[in-house]
């Protein structure tokens, strides 16, 4: 079984900054891909970054200069660095992990978190 370990969610005010980490442990599994969606009451739930095995990134346009998505050196943990935050970004933040790619669909990847809370208050 496929484990991830979301921290790092709060509460900030407009341009503020938080960091979200995610860790994935499960025998045998190996994620070539790893992100984080995000949904917000009402909104349909999207993919906000990803990053591959090999460092490739995608970005959702709204977070483009904003938000960066790294990875630990044992490839099983994303980071998520957000800044200059702003309200339209509160949402709960999920992590998933999967063993070759993530789609825009959420909860269809190898494996989902629980989600963390980001609000951001203006």
């Known amino acids: 079984e496929v484990k991830l370990t979301e921290s790092g969610g709060g509460s900030v005010q407009t341009g503020g900054s938080l960091k979200l980490s995610c860790t994935h442990s499960g025998a045998d599994f190996v994620s070539d891909d790893m992100g984080w969606y995000r949904q917000a009451p009402g909104n349909e739930c999207e993919l906000v970054a990803s990053i591959r095995r090999d460092g490739r990134t995608e970005y959702l346009r709204s977070v483009l200069g904003r938000f960066t998505i790294t990875q630990g050196n044992t490839k099983n943990t994303a980071y998520l660095e957000m800044t200059n935050l702003k309200p339209e970004d509160t949402a709960v933040y999920y992590c998933?992990?999967?063993?070759?790619?993530?789609?825009?669909?959420?909860?269809?990847?190898?494996?989902w978190g629980l989600g963390t809370q980001v609000t951001v208050s203006s």
């Open positions: 998933a992990a999967d063993s070759v790619a993530l789609t825009q669909w959420c909860r269809t990847s190898d494996a």
